[in-house]
């Protein structure tokens, strides 16, 4: 009786650890397969604040492009605006795009109170079906994305950044 509750604690020990490695073998190749995905701007579609669609193909194809994931109640989401406001003029050659999960009302009083609403290339977005987090592959906020101008990923961050980082990636 012994030897075969023996027997069955080995089976089932090395059951939990087979599945175990295949569990971190696809996690690992997930991984890699989102950052090959990454490695130019995917194709999206988020809404305007307005409720006009916004995809790939409205970027500045002139310009670098950071995308900021965020959250109007984020403490560090917060500071990185106020960061991006008091700093703005020096991304002047930068496409700034914000996008939250949050209704539009949420995401247009978070722009107005950061006086970030009043820059032509700095966009809010609005993505209600919280596409962001699974075609960008974003588990934390502030998230960002720095593009270059041939829209290949230069810098990928999660958490607040600062200024000179950012722009240094820039640059």
Known sequence: ?????????????IGLLCFLGY?????ITYKKEVAQLLNTVPEFSFTTLEGKNFT???????????????NSTCDYCQH????????AEK?????????SYE?????????ENYKLNNYDHITFLSDIKDDFANRFDAN???????YSKDQQLVKR??????????????E
């Open 56 to 70: 790939k193909n409205d970027l500045n194809q002139d310009k670098a492009i950071v995308f900021i994931y965020f």
């Open 1 to 13: 009786m012994k030897t075969i509750l023996k027997i069955s604690l080995l089976l089932t020990g």
């Open 23 to 27: 569990k971190v073998a696809n996690k």
């Open 91 to 99: 991304f002047k050659n930068t496409q700034l795009i914000f996008v």
């Open 140 to 146: 934390s906020i502030p998230y960002i994305l720095i």
């Open 157 to 170: 961050h999660k958490g607040q950044l600062s200024v000179e980082t950012m722009l240094s990636f820039i």
């Open 80 to 87: 990185e605006a106020k960061s991006i406001q008091q700093n």
């Open 103 to 111: 209704t539009k009302e949420l995401i247009h009083q978070f722009s």
